[in-house]
């Protein structure tokens, strides 16, 4: 069974940074395209970042700048690392990752990131 599991959210003052990490399992899973999600109290989920096997990245318009993706592929893991962060930012971040070949689609818990002073 897939299973995608987040860490590194919490509560940063404006301007700061957190770095959240995804690490997913599941036996002799390959992950194709791994990315990050976010959805505030009363908005739909958006799109944060993904990035493909290959590494190109795609990032939403409002993190552009701020926010840089990576992965480990021998890991199935990948990274976000938060810049300047504002209070726009706070949502719950969730992890997705489409597995290769079957093109099955997943989703992590969910964490908190919280921008306030």
């Known amino acids: 069974q897939v299973q995608l599991v987040e860490s590194g959210g919490g509560l940063v003052q404006p301007g700061g940074s957190l770095r959240l990490s995804c690490a997913g399992s599941?036996?002799?899973?390959?992950?194709?395209?791994m990315g990050w999600y976010r959805q505030a109290p009363g908005k739909q989920r958006e799109l944060v970042a993904n990035?493909?096997?290959?590494?190109?990245?795609n990032y939403g318009d409002a993190v552009k700048g701020r926010f840089t993706i990576s992965r480990n592929k021998a890991h199935n893991a990948v990274y976000l690392q938060m810049n300047s962060l504002k209070p726009e930012d706070t949502a719950v971040y969730y992890c997705?990752?489409?597995?290769?070949?079957?093109?099955?689609?997943?989703w992590g818990q969910g964490t908190q990131v919280t921008v306030s002073s």
């Open positions: 990035i493909a096997p290959n590494g190109n990245t």
């Open positions: 997705n990752a489409v597995v290769a070949g079957s093109g099955s689609n997943y």
């Open positions: 599941g036996r002799s899973t390959v992950f194709y395209y």
